[in-house]
T-cell receptor, first 115, second 116 residues
Framework: AQSVTQLDSHVSVSEGTPVLLRCNYS??????LFWYVQHPNKGLQLLLK??????LVKGINGFEAEFKKSETSFHLTKPSAHMSDAAEYFC?????????????FGAGTQVVVTP | EPEVTQTPSHQVTQMGQEVILRCVPI?????FYWYRQILGQKVEFLVS????????KSEIFDDQFSVERPDGSNFTLKIRSTKLEDSAMYFC??????????????FGNGTRLTVT
């Protein structure tokens, strides 16, 4: 069975500084990995996905993530935080053992951006 | 861009009452899902639905829960007799024809269910 661990429950950054959200995964097979974002009172929006192509994945709003198989990690980064990045971020894994595409969510990282 | 829409955004109900949460998935999608998130906990899978039947369900999805796609556009989650512990945010999601698991799920904004 697959799982994800998000290493930080809360991250606080200053506007204009880099953001790093850490995620480690566990999967017996080649995983598909996703980052979703949830703004207050909004749904879960897909930021980016890794599906065994390029290991560096670019997403929306300037975010990117790097798949590192040797470290079983899929950390999310952004060079310069914006106030609108304040939200909760979820690292999500799926693999071929889930015939119907069930996703396993991490516990989430709450990002606070200060002026 | 097409969206998954959920209604209502917030539902308050008394313990023991039946509740129906409604979702309109993206129109050409084939796979449908319900997830829930109890306050302070992880987002959990409840059920997946394909070709007018349940394809997979979690241990949470007991006899009190049911899903239906009554008219080819709506996708509903019914809880027959709500308990306090059913209070959560419920998310509907859908997926198109792309290869599982590579194609992402598209989520709605959620329905916050409060059982009193």
């Amino acid at each position: 069975a697959q799982s994800v661990t998000q290493l930080d429950s809360h991250v606080s950054v200053s506007e204009g500084t880099p953001v790093l959200l850490r995620c480690n995964y566990s999967s017996s097979y080649s995983p598909s990995l996703f980052w979703y974002v949830q703004h207050p009172n909004k749904g879960l929006q897909l930021l980016l996905k890794y599906t065994s192509a390029a290991t560096l994945v670019k997403g929306i709003n300037g975010f990117e993530a790097e798949f590192k198989k040797s470290e079983t990690s899929f950390h999310l980064t952004k060079p310069s935080a914006h106030m609108s990045d304040a939200a909760e971020y979820f690292c999500v894994v799926s693999d071929i053992t889930d015939s119907w595409g069930k996703l396993q969510f991490g516990a989430g990282t709450q990002v606070v951006v200060t002026p | 861009e097409p969206e998954v829409t959920q209604t209502p955004s917030h539902q308050v109900t008394q313990m023991g009452q039946e509740v129906i949460l409604r979702c309109v998935p993206i129109s050409n999608h084939l796979y449908f899902y319900w997830y829930r998130q109890i306050l302070g906990q992880k987002v959990e899978f409840l059920v997946s639905f394909y070709n007018n039947e349940i394809s997979e369900k979690s241990e949470i999805f007991d006899d009190q829960f049911s899903v239906e796609r009554p008219d080819g556009s709506n996708f509903t989650l019914k809880i027959r007799s709500t308990k306090l512990e059913d209070s959560a945010m419920y998310f509907c999601a859908s997926r198109g024809r792309g290869q599982i698991p590579n194609s992402p799920l598209h989520f709605g904004n959620g329905t916050r269910l409060t059982v009193t």
